[in-house]
């Protein structure tokens, strides 16, 4: 069974930067794609990019694109979520989880999550 550990939140400045990680337990984690979600107080949670098992293929939603990326790094089982840019609206817990690639569909129990905080 694959665990993920979401870590990297805080409280930033609007217009600041934060680089989240996804760590993964477990020998196949490059056959997997990763995706990362957030829920913001009071909605739903939401998808907010993917990316595939090699690390080639991605997707944002509309957004976050152009301010966020995701990435990977198959030697240390580590996604991570590089927001630039920050915006009040940003501000929510982030969650990633496995995902069943291409599609928005995750496969597993969703973790603790990371809390990000924007401050305007």
């Known amino acids: 069974q694959v665990q993920l550990v979401e870590s990297g939140g805080g409280l930033v400045q609007a217009g600041g930067s934060l680089r989240l990680s996804c760590a993964a337990s477990g020998r196949t984690f490059s056959s997997y794609a990763i995706g990362w979600f957030r829920q913001a107080p009071g909605k739903e949670r939401v998808f907010v990019a993917t990316?595939?098992?090699?690390?080639?293929?991605?997707r944002y939603a509309d957004s976050v694109k152009g301010r966020f990326t995701i990435s990977r790094d198959n030697a240390k089982n580590t996604v991570y979520l590089q927001m630039n840019s920050l915006k009040p609206e940003d501000t929510a817990v982030y969650y990633c989880?496995?995902?069943?690639?291409?599609?928005?569909?995750?496969?597993?129990?969703w973790g603790q999550g990371t809390l990000v905080t924007v401050s305007s």
């Open positions: 989880n496995r995902m069943n690639w291409p599609f928005i569909h995750t496969l597993d129990a």
């Open positions: 990316i595939s098992g090699n690390g080639d293929s991605t």
